[in-house]
């Protein structure tokens, strides 16, 4: 079988790490084996960068080249690995974060974050010039007022939790503007609702690209 990248995206408190963990054991259900991993993160080295971008004060190009680097990693190591064997990945974020945090979110140059893409995401499975992006992104999207809600006392907030709303209005924006240039690739998700309702959603994209049957 050939492999399957799926990735989850979506503000802080959209509701994504509820329906990853749920896909992953309708693939199991039929039979795939199923690789479940997160960005920044997913080898050691990577969750090495994350736990500096959450946590240590940074300028923005200095966080954009973290995410480059633990993304690098990570293809290496554990995206393009699983994909050769036929693997389904999930991943919780990928590139399209870096564009709306980074990029919408920070106000960082969105050319300087495509030149990084086009260096990083070019892999030897693929000919010259195509480079790794998921085969779907489920983006679950819902108003910054109602993820706030939902993340208020759920824990210690990171560098990006304890932003204000105007930040999340702006990543939130930086995702649609993702969507938009892809539109065949995103598969949107009203996830101001309730979890039957979203995961029902969640598996009519799958399905809906034949994925799932």
């Known amino acids: 079988m050939s492999g399957l990248f799926i990735t989850f995206e979506g503000i802080d408190g959209a509701g994504k790490s509820t329906h990853i963990d ?3 054991r309708a693939f199991h259900a039929a039979g795939r084996q199923v690789v479940l991993t997160r960005e920044p993160g997913g080898t050691p080295l990577a969750e090495q960068l994350r736990s ?4 240590t004060p940074m ?3 200095t966080e954009a080249l973290l995410m480059f680097a633990a993304r690098r990693d990570h293809l290496a190591q554990v995206i393009e ?4 064997r036929g693997d ?11 564009f709306a945090y980074q990029g919408a979110g920070r106000g960082f140059d969105l050319a300087v974050l495509a030149q990084l893409e086009r260096w990083v995401q070019q892999v030897d499975a ?8 998921p085969h ?10 109602v993820a706030a809600q939902r993340l208020a006392g759920a824990r210690a907030p990171d560098r990006f939790e304890a932003q204000p709303q105007a930040f999340f209005e702006r990543v939130a924006a930086g995702y649609a503007q993702r969507a938009r240039q892809d539109a065949g690739r995103f598969a949107r998700i009203d996830a101001d609702r309730s979890r039957e309702a979203v995961w029902d959603d969640v598996l009519a994209a799958v399905r809906g690209k034949g994925y799932l049957a």
């Open 22 to 24: 749920g896909l992953a």
């Open 52 to 55: 500096l971008a959450l946590n």
């Open 59 to 61: 300028d923005p190009l």
């Open 81 to 84: 690995p699983a994909l050769a």
């Open 88 to 98: 389904v990945v999930l991943c919780d974020r990928f590139t399209d974060a870096t």
């Open 126 to 133: 693929l000919p010259a010039g195509r480079l790794r992006q």
């Open 136 to 145: 779907l992104t489920i983006w679950f999207d819902v108003p910054p007022a």
